[in-house]
């Protein structure tokens, strides 16, 4: 068997695309993209038509609206493996970083090495990375959760106000299914609610969303928590929580590390 698979990731914007992933697509036998960003996807084409390669193909048909994502995922995993099993070089492109959100190209990866076939990923830059850019967070400093908004209210996880908490696709929390046009907020108030059980109604929050294209600025909105049904959110919008406030050290643990302070900035 000489197929092969490559995951990479296209970053946020066009130019976050890193020289191993233009190789990959440049040389691979076959790609098949999912890419939400139209001017990455005309770079891909690009780069195939240069390389005189076969065109890529657009793994986005398998959305449809009203159809269950995990169906769609199931989908897309299928065809990368058919190309990966016609003996072909494959590198399969996603959006962002190619492991965050991204359920088929993890499969994709664990079913092609459970049928002997090499695979492997490529990190990309992320919303998380253009986040911490963005609002000027460094997460060495007070640390961060990051959590899924449907996960976090289905699992009731519980949250550490003295860290910074990123929460993914507030947007269509409560949505398992795709809608091409966005999702309602009717949600919205229920993770509110759970929220407050953390944070107090007044507690500033920041809805995100990293610029798509470089001459844009990104979406930053302020509000408190309370006023977050009626911030403006869609479908790729991040919640970003400051902390609450700061964790005391424990004084007898930083006797035994014989420092005198300790600012934990990270280096």
């Known amino acids: ?4 698979l490559l995951v990479v990731g296209t970053g946020i914007r066009a130019g976050h695309l890193s020289q191993e992933a233009i190789a990959a697509i440049r040389t691979a036998g076959a790609v098949a993209y999912c890419i939400a960003e139209p001017l990455s996807r005309s770079f891909v084409d690009e780069l195939r ?3 005189g390669k076969l065109p890529a193909e657009d793994l ?4 449809a ?3 269950p994502r995990m169906q769609t995922y199931t989908q897309m995993v299928e065809r990368i493996l058919e190309l990966v099993r016609t003996d072909l070089q494959v590198a399969a492109v996603f959006y962002g970083h190619p492991g965050i959100f991204a359920y088929p190209s993890h499969e994709s990866i664990r079913q092609a090495r459970a049928e002997g076939y090499p695979a492997e990923m490529l990190a990309g830059i992320s919303a998380a990375d253009c986040l911490f850019a963005d609002l ?3 997460p060495a400093t007070a640390g961060c959760q990051m959590l899924e908004a449907s996960d976090f209210l289905l699992r009731r996880r519980r949250l550490d106000p003295t860290c910074g908490v990123v929460l993914w696709q507030i947007g269509c929390v409560g949505h398992g299914d795709y809608q091409g046009s966005g999702y309602d907020l009717r949600y919205m108030p229920m993770l509110v609610e759970a929220l407050s059980a953390f944070y107090p109604p007044e507690h500033e929050v920041v809805v995100y969303q990293a610029a798509h294209f470089a001459l844009c600025d990104p ?3 302020r509000v408190p928590l309370a006023g977050l ?3 403006r959110i869609n479908a790729v919008s991040t919640l970003y929580i400051p902390p609450l406030f700061s ?3 424990d004084e007898q643990v930083l006797a035994k590390f014989k420092i005198k302070t300790f600012h934990g900035t990270g280096a």
């Open 1 to 4: 068997m000489s197929g092969s």
């Open 49 to 51: 038509e240069e390389a």
């Open 60 to 63: 986005h048909r398998f959305y």
């Open 65 to 67: 609206n009203d159809k």
């Open 136 to 138: 000027g967070v460094d």
């Open 219 to 221: 979406v930053v909105e």
């Open 229 to 231: 049904p009626t911030a």
């Open 247 to 249: 964790q005391a050290i």
